[in-house]
C-alpha cells in the first residue's frame, strides 16, 4: 500500500498559479502511474492529470491542457501539478492517486491509493 498526502491547495482569484504536491510513502517501488483527479461539489470525481511515475509519459484531461502541468521528482517520492490561468470552473477538492498497472490511467477505478484531498478554490 501506497500513502499519499497532499499539500498546496488554497484560495485564489482567477487568472492566478497554485501549485499542489503529493508525497508518497510506503510501498512506492509498486507504483507505475501518479494522478490528480479533482471533484466539485455535487459532481462525480474526474480526471485531471497523470504522469508515468518511470518513463514521465504525461496526460491531461482536455479542460486542463495548456494550463497545468504534472511532474515528478522520483528522489523525493513526490509529485507535483502546477495550475496556472485558473478558472472558477477548477473549484473543487484535489485528490493525488498511485496506481500499480499502467492501463485505464484515466479512470479512477485503475488507482489503488488516494490522499485525503486538499481543496482549491478559485473566485471570479
Known amino acids: 500500500q501506497v500513502q499519499l498526502v497532499e499539500f498546496g491547495g488554497g484560495l485564489v482569484q482567477a487568472g492566478g498559479s497554485l501549485r499542489l504536491s503529493c508525497a508518497a510513502s510506503?510501498?512506492?517501488?509498486?507504483?507505475?502511474?501518479m494522478g490528480w483527479f479533482r471533484q466539485a461539489p455535487g459532481k462525480e470525481r474526474e480526471f485531471a492529470a497523470a504522469v508515468s511515475w518511470r518513463g514521465g509519459s504525461e496526460y491531461y484531461a482536455g479542460s486542463v491542457k495548456g494550463r497545468f502541468t504534472i511532474s515528478r521528482d522520483n528522489a523525493k517520492n513526490t509529485v507535483y501539478l502546477q495550475m496556472n490561468s485558473l478558472k472558477p470552473e477548477d473549484t473543487a477538492v484535489y485528490y493525488c492517486?498511485?496506481?500499480?498497472?499502467?492501463?485505464?490511467?484515466?479512470?479512477?477505478?485503475?488507482?489503488?491509493?488516494w490522499g485525503q484531498g486538499t481543496q482549491v478554490t478559485v473566485s471570479s
Open positions: 492517486a498511485a496506481a500499480s498497472r499502467t492501463r485505464g490511467v484515466f479512470s479512477a477505478f485503475e488507482y489503488d491509493s
Open positions: 510506503g510501498r512506492t517501488s509498486s507504483t507505475e502511474i
